[in-house]
C-alpha cells in the first residue's frame, strides 16, 4: 500500500513560516489534502486538493506538491496554530484514503 | 452549520460487539457519502469504512472487512458502524466524517469521535 512519510515534529518562532513535509512516492501525481488537529478535537480540513483552501481557513496556509514531496506551508506563524497536522492522499492500487503518520507543529 | 454528533463507544471484551451511531445535522444528509475514520495513539488516523449517499456501495478497510458494517438511515440523518469480533488492535477513537465524494475524496467535515476501547 501507498505509505506517506512525515517528520514527527518541527518548530517554529512565532511570526516565522513554518514548512510540514509529507513525503510519498510520486506524490506529485496525486491530489493531496491537509488536516489539522488540535489535542481533544477531532481533525479539520486546511488544504484539499493540494492547494484549495475551505472558507475561514486563513490564507497564511497554502500547499503545494513537487516530485515525492508535498508541503504545508504556514506563513507568519501564530501560537494558535500548534497542532497535529496530518496528510492525506488516495491509494490508487488499493482504492483506499491513506493518512501520514501526523506532525505535531511546535510554536516556540 | 455541519454538526456530526458520535455515540456509542465503550469499553467491550475481545471478540464482543458495539454499534457507533452518528447524528447528522445542517446539511442534507443524504445527498452526501459518509465515512469512519479511527485514530490510535501508536498508529495514528487510519480510514474504516465509506458509504455512497444512498447506501447502496460500501467500502472497507482490509483490518475490518468481515467484521464491522457500514450503513446509514436517511430519514433518521443517521449513519452507524456495527462492529463485531473486536479486537484489542481495534481500540481507537473512531470519528464520523462527509466526504465530497464516493471515490478519490477527502473528509470533509468531522465528528467529535467516541472512545471504543477493546479488553478483557
Keep these: ?108 | 452549520e455541519v454538526q456530526l454528533l458520535v455515540s456509542g463507544g465503550g469499553l467491550v471484551q475481545p471478540g464482543g460487539s458495539l454499534r457507533l451511531s452518528c447524528a447528522a445535522s445542517g446539511f442534507t444528509f443524504s445527498t452526501y457519502a459518509m465515512s469512519w475514520v479511527r485514530q490510535t495513539p501508536g498508529k495514528g488516523l487510519e480510514w474504516v469504512s465509506v458509504i455512497s449517499n444512498s447506501g447502496g456501495r460500501t467500502f472497507y478497510g482490509d483490518s475490518v472487512k468481515g467484521r464491522f458494517t457500514i450503513s446509514r438511515d436517511n430519514s433518521k440523518n443517521t449513519l452507524y458502524l456495527q462492529m463485531n469480533s473486536l479486537r484489542v488492535e481495534d481500540t481507537a477513537v473512531y470519528y464520523c466524517a462527509t466526504v465530497n465524494q464516493l471515490l478519490m475524496y477527502y473528509f470533509e467535515y468531522w465528528g467529535r469521535g467516541t472512545l471504543v476501547t477493546v479488553s478483557s
Design chain 1, 1 to 108: 500500500s501507498y505509505v506517506l512519510t512525515q517528520p514527527p515534529s518541527v518548530s517554529v518562532a512565532p511570526g516565522k513560516t513554518a514548512r510540514i513535509t509529507c513525503g510519498g512516492n510520486n506524490i506529485g501525481t496525486k491530489s493531496v489534502h491537509w488536516y489539522q488537529q488540535k489535542p481533544g478535537q477531532a481533525p479539520v480540513v486546511f488544504i484539499y486538493y493540494d492547494s484549495d483552501r475551505p472558507s475561514g481557513i486563513p490564507e497564511r496556509f497554502s500547499g503545494s506538491t513537487s516530485g515525492n514531496t508535498a508541503t504545508l506551508t504556514i506563513s507568519r506563524v501564530e501560537a494558535g496554530d500548534e497542532a497535529d497536522y496530518y496528510c492525506q492522499v488516495w491509494d490508487t492500487t488499493t482504492a483506499h484514503p491513506v493518512f501520514g503518520g501526523g506532525t505535531k507543529l511546535t510554536v516556540l
